[in-house]
């Protein structure tokens, strides 16, 4: 088994009100020194694919078919050590 | 400028209907080596704090009291490289 960490954010030039509203919440708490939050998804996703090229290879086509929506997002993927289970 | 990764996952006896889902998606599109996808948060947080330990106590403390819900989640704090800008 191998695992693969997804990491998908906005776009640094598209609104992210859900960052917003964090900071918001954060400054409501007292922690006036946050500047900025923005907000993005972190899947984990677990494959039966012994090769750790091809494994890699399939977790970009995923993200680019369904984890990301490229026109407003980035994705970044790492591939877990240990993950040979 | 500091920079603080912060992920927020469910529990793992917590279900993860959102994960389940996406897990379907990637099936019907094909990827059948795909055994399980755990969604959850990711959160960039930017402080305006010079010192890195007070930093990071600051984004655990965010982490407890905001971001994450410990009842059912677990989180992981990342300070960035490079945050000194």
Do not use: C, W
């Not at 992210?16 to 922690?31: C, E, K, M, N, V």
């Not at 929506?69 to 970044?76: G, H, L, P």
Request: charge should be negative.
């Amino acid at each position: 088994m191998r695992k693969a960490e997804v990491f998908v954010t906005l776009k640094p030039v598209v609104n992210d009100p859900q960052g917003l509203t964090i900071r918001s919440g954060l400054h409501a708490l007292g922690f006036d020194k946050v500047t900025d939050v923005r907000s993005g998804k972190y899947l984990l996703v677990t494959l039966d694919e012994p090769d750790a090229a091809k494994a890699r290879q399939q977790v970009e086509e995923m993200a680019r078919q369904l984890l990301a929506n490229e026109v407003i997002e980035d994705y970044r993927i790492t591939m877990l050590q240990g993950g040979g289970l």
